[in-house]
T-cell receptor, first 110, second 112 residues
């Protein structure tokens, strides 16, 4: 059974700081890994998708990497802004479904 | 159109009521999903439909009954729910099972 862990559970940083969120998974037989953002009480917004054959994806200030062999992914956020405050979830796609981590709640202070 | 649309956004129902949640996508995706999310927890998979057939049921109680009338629509019929079923119910779709998922904004369900 796939298990997905996200560290840290919560993170508070001052505006402008660069930061890294971590996601690890136990079964490397995956199709993809997807990073989502969720604002309180809202649905999930897809940020980045990395296919199993890829090593990284970039979108604006976001960069996600994937190391399948070690079962790890990181989400790098550059020059953080208060608007980045949200919960960030990683989801591993395999065996017909996605398995989510518990998320990292990020607070960026002005 | 890259949206997954869920209706209603909010629903309050009594324990003896019957109601339905609706989900629609027009991206040509052939996999659709229902997730349940409690506060401060990740989404938990309930059902997966692949090519309009139920492919995964994660041991969900029978008071939740999914239906996929066509490739664009997914319903979740609710009957005799319990207060602990109160949660955010999320619908998602993808090109195929396990592929990149697009989520709707959810239905906030409160059972009284």
């Amino acid at each position: 059974k796939q298990e997905v862990t996200q560290i840290p559970a919560a993170l508070s940083v001052p505006e402008g700081e660069n930061l890294v969120l971590n996601c690890s998974f136990t079964d490397s037989a995956i199709y993809n890994l997807q990073w989502f953002r969720q604002d309180p009480g809202k649905g999930l917004t897809s940020l980045l998708l990395i296919q199993s054959s890829q090593r990284e994806q970039t979108s604006g200030r976001l960069n996600a990497s994937l190391d399948k062999s070690s079962g790890r992914s990181t989400l790098y956020i550059a020059a953080s802004q208060p608007g980045d405050s949200a919960t960030y979830l990683c989801a591993v796609g395999a065996a017909g479904k996605s398995t989510f981590g518990d998320g990292t709640t990020l607070t960026v202070k002005p | 159109d890259t949206e997954v649309t869920q209706t209603p956004k909010h629903l309050v129902m009594g324990m003896t009521n019957k109601k339905s949640l609706k989900c629609e996508q027009h991206m040509g995706h052939r996999a659709m999903y229902w997730y349940k999310q409690k506060a401060k927890k990740p989404p938990e998979l309930m059902f997966v439909y692949s090519y309009e057939k139920l492919s995964i049921n994660e041991s969900v109680p029978s008071r939740f009954s999914p239906e996929c009338p066509n490739s664009s629509l997914l319903n979740l019929h609710l009957h005799a729910l319990q207060p602990e079923d109160s949660a955010l119910y999320l619908c998602a779709s993808s090109q195929a099972p396990g592929r990149a998922a697009f989520f709707g904004q959810g239905t906030r369900l409160t059972v009284v």
